[in-house]
Nanobody
């Protein structure tokens, strides 16, 4: 299993920046792609950005050019970050850290508990 814990959310003014962090523990050696999702009230979670172990990150169109996803594969923990600049009220959502793994041929997915981001106008 992989446990994910997010931090860094809160209230930010429009135009400001925010950096979300996620610490992964447990069976981190099996982690492949990691991602940030967000959920608006009453809607399903949507992908914000994803990053493979190596290679080019992928961004949802509404944050492309404003967001940077990065990961740090430390010895016993994997850290995932999301920096969003030029925040808009439309970025207000609950943000979730996500990890994807293939274990014994099966796809496994883990989620953090979610962290609230509120962007005030």
């Amino acid at each position: 299993q992989v446990q994910l814990v997010e931090s860094g959310g809160g209230l930010v003014q429009a135009g400001g920046s925010l950096r979300l962090s996620c610490a992964a523990s447990g069976n981190i050696f099996s982690i492949n792609t990691m991602a940030w999702y967000r959920q608006f009230p009453g809607l399903q979670r949507e992908l914000v950005a994803s990053i493979p172990p190596t290679g080019v990150p992928n961004y949802e169109l509404s944050v492309k050019g404003r967001a940077t996803i990065s990961r740090d594969n430390a010895k016993n923990t994997v850290y995932l970050y999301l920096q969003i600049d030029s925040l808009k009220p439309g970025d207000t959502a609950v943000y979730y850290c996500n990890s994807k793994r293939i274990v014994d041929g099966s796809f496994r997915e883990s989620w953090g508990q979610g962290i609230q981001v509120i962007v005030s106008s």
